[in-house]
């Protein structure tokens, strides 16, 4: 008797431990030191039981599932080994569970991988990052969420031209090898985008879509990209992939030189727009809201579908939003004309926050609270 209830107790503590274990933030464990500075090491989502479904979906009917969605920015995407670099701080469960709780389906989950990576030519991923980031993928993944993870700010090393092109395609074919082997078991709420904005990084036309040899040289690295993921089978063989336009622009020549790799039907368009700029992103004018700023944001999502509609082909608007400037009116006009703009048209909204309120935060991760809760729910609610 005495062992049975030795047993029983035993089994009692081993179940709450376990059920425990998902609540802790990235940074429990020992953290592992590289270059003096250290990184959160965490193995919360260890116990994570993956979920390898693989439905029969369009990629339209997928992202009118995604919903509305909120990016993790200035995180992961630190350009640092150390992601408070950026001010932000280590990402719990907890921060997620709230952005999920705000009716938010998609979690964007931007990488900088180039900090975390080993010497030519193998190129190898840090198995503690690959760790950190699979644990954040899944502290979204426990909510259901939909979670994007991608190549951020590797600009240094991304450089589109053809004297670059032969190097940078065999690290990008390394690199996504590795994190797709990484994802596999993963099923379809896990997707990848190939890269962020990739543009020749001080250049003239940096903004102004490229080049016409950038614009071919970006179209190159992703299609090695959607390749190697390709390669890896599995679930990866039919996984959705996010493929943007050069520098992920608007721009008339960026959308008309444009190419899906291989034609792969579960490719998905990945363009971004702070528009208009002066208001998003630039902040020099904090008025929004005539009819004629309606009807020139109107005009810019018409373009956007005209071209894309007729190839039929799904779209992810994966960061818009606009900077504080003492205007709470004014975004959050905004905030809910946008976010329509791109419900209408079946396009997935994915709000740009940097964690900064005087920028674009709408939400405190220190103290787990919505500092614009009106702007979160006028996004929330244009997908439901």
């Given at each position: 008797m005495k062992n049975t209830i030795l047993v029983f107790v035993l089994l009692i503590v081993a179940i709450i431990t376990g059920c425990s274990s998902s609540e802790n933030p990235v940074n429990n464990g020992s953290p592992e030191e590289i270059d003096n500075v250290e990184i959160p090491s965490d193995d919360s989502g260890s116990d994570e039981v993956i979920d390898g479904t693989m439905r029969e979906i369009s990629p339209k009917e997928f992202v009118l599932d995604m919903g509305s969605g909120w990016n993790l920015g200035n995180t992961l995407d630190t350009e640092d080994v150390d992601v408070t670099a950026w001010g932000n701080p280590l990402t719990t469960k907890a921060m997620i569970d709230e952005i999920a709780n705000m009716g938010f389906k998609t979690l964007r989950l931007p990488v900088t991988w180039q900090y975390h990576t080993g010497s030519a030519p193998d190129y190898i991923l840090e198995s503690d990052w690959l760790d950190t980031v699979e644990n954040i993928a899944n502290f979204a993944l426990s909510n259901d969420m939909y979670v994007i993870i991608n190549i951020h700010h590797d600009d240094e090393w991304i450089i589109p031209t053809y004297e670059q092109a032969p190097a940078v395609k065999?690290?990008?074919?390394?690199?996504?090898?590795?994190?797709?082997?990484?994802?596999?078991?993963?099923?379809?709420?896990?997707?990848?985008?190939?890269?962020?904005?990739?543009?020749?990084?001080?250049?003239?036309?940096?903004?102004?879509?490229?080049?016409?040899?950038?614009?071919?040289?970006?179209?190159?690295?992703?299609?090695?990209?959607?390749?190697?993921i390709r390669a890896t089978g599995g679930n990866n063989a039919i996984r959705k992939i996010m493929v943007s336009t050069y520098a992920?622009?608007?721009?008339?020549?960026?959308?008309?030189?444009?190419?899906?790799?291989?034609?792969?039907?579960?490719?998905?368009?990945?363009?971004?727009?702070?528009?208009?700029?002066?208001?998003?992103?630039?902040?020099?004018?904090?008025?929004?809201?005539?009819?004629?700023?309606?009807?020139?944001?109107?005009?810019?999502?018409?373009?956007?579908?005209?071209?894309?509609?007729?190839?039929?082909?799904?779209?992810?608007?994966?960061?818009?939003?606009?900077?504080?400037?003492?205007?709470?009116?004014?975004?959050?006009a905004h905030a809910e004309y946008y976010a329509n703009l791109c419900a209408e048209r079946g396009i997935c909204p994915i709000w740009w926050d940097n964690g900064n309120a005087d920028e674009f935060g709408i939400f405190n991760r220190n103290t787990l609270e919505w500092v614009y809760p009106e702007i979160a729910e006028a996004i929330v609610n244009a997908t439901k």
């Open positions: 065999d690290r990008l074919t390394k690199t996504w090898t590795q994190i797709a082997n990484r994802f596999k078991p993963h099923g379809d709420h896990v997707i990848f985008e190939t890269l962020n904005e990739p543009r020749h990084e001080g250049s003239p036309e940096e903004w102004e879509g490229g080049t016409t040899e950038g614009r071919d040289v970006v179209n190159q690295y992703h299609q090695v990209s959607v390749d190697a992920a622009s608007t721009a008339e020549n960026a959308l008309e030189d444009y190419q899906i790799p291989n034609n792969d039907e579960n490719v998905i368009v990945s363009i971004h727009s702070y528009s208009p700029y002066l208001f998003s992103l630039a902040g020099t004018d904090p008025t929004w809201g005539t009819q004629e700023d309606k009807a020139q944001l109107t005009q810019e999502f018409n373009t956007i579908q005209n071209k894309f509609e007729s190839e039929s082909r799904a779209i992810v608007m994966g960061e818009w939003g606009s900077t504080f400037s003492d205007n709470e009116n004014d975004r959050l």
